[in-house]
């Protein structure tokens, strides 16, 4: 019942811009916190960027701010990353997750997407 679809994910050149989108489906975003997150090929999942449930509060990793930039638009169940300036280690599956947790990073979550591909090369 509890579903997150990513999209808007591809192929883009160093220094492009893409634009993530999480739709959430069979729940209301409003109570849930949402984050973003990587995971390249042989490494680890990375913590991206957070956003509290009213948008309010808002966190990105030290290898993303400046770029990154983290919204939601609770009216229509999305929540995006907007991706600036993208360099070839920004290469990774994109995941987004839902936590009931509203003001809580670290939090756990409820509901995770299925990925989308990001790829950035020349």
């Known amino acids: 019942q509890l579903q997150l679809v990513e999209s808007g994910g591809g192929l883009v050149q160093p220094g492009g811009s893409l634009r993530l989108s999480c739709v959430a489906s069979?729940?209301?975003?409003?109570?849930?916190?949402i984050g973003w997150f990587r995971q390249a090929p042989g490494k680890e999942r990375e913590g991206v960027s957070w956003?509290?449930?009213?948008?309010?509060?808002?966190y990105y990793a030290d290898s993303v701010k400046g770029r990154f930039t983290i919204s939601r638009d609770n009216a229509k169940n999305t929540v995006y990353l907007q991706m600036n300036s993208l360099k070839p280690e920004d290469t990774a599956v994109y995941y987004c997750?839902?936590?009931?947790?509203?003001?809580?990073?670290?939090?756990?979550?409820?509901?995770w997407g299925q990925g989308t591909q990001v790829t950035v090369s020349s």
């Open positions: 069979g729940f209301t975003l409003d109570y849930y916190a």
């Open positions: 997750a839902a936590s009931r947790l509203c003001t809580v990073i670290g939090g756990g979550y409820d509901a």
């Open positions: 956003i509290s449930c009213s948008g309010g509060s808002t």
